[in-house]
């Protein structure tokens, strides 16, 4: 009863942890046998296995059913397939989702425990046995420390679970080849089970693989490009310049959905007036300036991902590269050839350029708000802030900035 009540406290505890909704297209099967199509929530194996989270539309409200109360759920467009089923771990008998992987002469499913967090590969045999295969992670062990010999680290893998697959296909000889060393693997196991269901079957019949993979990637990436408006103040003056940038967002949709990290990289190249600049001691007829301002901006955002308008929030640091030019000009004398070959000095403005390039740390945040224009396509307006140094002016201010842009 006590690990009952554990499993059922950890599943609890990754529902709250992980208590954003991923819902994708699919389909449950009822107790009764009736299909029906919506959306389920796609979560991660050890949640996947224990409950079903179901809407029939976007709207609808969330149907949540647990093993037994359905036959099973299956995702579209991931194929993952899942159907209750009674199993038999360390002598504790659940009900839970297994994924179905095969199905044949040998049916093949998998399973993570919630306990224990061992992945299962469980074979059924066409009487219904079941044989559970499961592997341990590698562990460092480090060697008796003495005088005599020196420490050494090593890694212990478990292997057992390879007996373990030669015992269940020894009565096939031609998969003897396969079962030596075979690895722990979706692609593995499917592989020796598809096999051993053409070798034994008399009538002819193909087994079904149910279009199933690991998640390897189990992470999203969105670009954006935008352009915009950005600020700066000098001598109380404000004075606003073109900016334009890109963007990509990284986020674990089946862990969190709404949270993710972003890389922001934007370039503004604009003349600058300053008031009070190092003058030339002679002949000083003014000044013209030039700032290029990289910035390369890593932070957290939140998004409200439901919706037609999807607001979001987001902070973090910036790192920015600025080149500042200086170009005066000044009152001289330059040479000049005349007609019959003879040189002679004629008054001219002169220029001189002094080149100031920066790395700076600041902080950056924004807020704005997406509008879906189709399926993971937005159109977004942010209004920020980089607090930041600037050069120019000797001492670090706000550099506020507004940006339309584009998300794909």
């Not at 360390?90 to 179905?100: C, G, Q």
């Not at 079904?208 to 998640?215: I, K, L, S």
């Not at 002949?283 to 037609?308: A, E, P, W």
């Amino acid at each position: 009863m006590k690990p009952v009540l554990l499993s059922s406290l950890l599943v609890l505890s990754y529902g709250t942890l992980y208590a954003q909704s991923n819902f994708k297209q699919g389909y449950i099967i009822t107790n009764k046998n009736d299909t029906i199509v919506g959306l389920i929530d796609y979560r991660i194996d050890q949640m996947n296995a224990h409950i079903c989270k179901f809407k029939k539309t976007e709207t609808s409200p969330v149907e949540t059913y647990f093993p037994g109360q359905i036959v099973g759920f299956r995702f579209t467009e991931k194929g993952r397939y899942y159907i209750s089923c009674e199993i038999e771990i360390k002598e504790i008998k659940k009900t839970v989702f297994l994924e179905y992987l095969v199905q044949g002469m040998m049916n093949l499913y998998f399973y993570t425990d919630v306990i224990t967090k061992l992945n299962y590969y469980i074979f059924e045999s066409q009487n219904g046995e079941m044989r559970y295969i499961t592997k341990k992670p590698d562990e460092f062990i480090k060697t008796a420390d003495n005088k005599f010999l020196d420490t050494k680290y090593f890694i212990a893998k478990d292997i057992k679970y390879q007996s373990d697959i030669k015992n269940i296909f020894k009565d096939i000889p031609e998969l003897k080849k396969e079962t030596k060393d075979i690895l722990f693997s979706h692609d593995a196991m499917i592989s020796i089970t598809k096999n051993y269901h053409y070798l034994t079957c008399t009538t002819g019949e193909a087994c079904v693989e149910f279009v199933t993979r690991p998640d390897k990637h189990y992470t999203e990436y969105k670009f954006s490009a935008y352009g915009g408006v950005f600020a700066s103040t000098i001598d109380g003056i404000s004075h606003f310049f073109p900016i334009i940038g890109c963007r990509l967002n990284i986020s674990v949709p089946k862990y969190y959905n709404s949270l993710g990290v972003t890389f922001d990289l934007s370039w503004t190249g604009h003349p600058l007036p300053i008031s009070n600049p190092v003058k030339p001691s002679q002949g000083y007829v003014g000044f013209t300036t030039n700032q290029s301002l990289l910035s390369l901006m890593v932070g957290i955002r939140y998004t409200h991902h439901k919706g037609f308008i999807r607001p979001f929030i987001e902070g973090g640091v910036v790192l920015a590269y600025t080149k500042n030019a200086i170009i005066y000009s000044y009152a001289g004398w330059v040479d000049k050839i005349g007609s019959n070959g003879e040189t002679y000095k004629v008054p001219a403005v002169l220029y001189d350029t002094i080149n100031n390039i920066n790395l700076s740390m600041g902080l950056n945040g924004s807020t704005g708000i997406n509008f879906k224009v189709e399926q993971n396509r937005f159109i977004f307006f942010s209004a920020g802030v980089i607090y930041a140094a600037n050069y120019l002016c000797n001492k670090t201010q706000l550099y506020p900035r507004l940006t339309l842009g584009y998300t794909f």
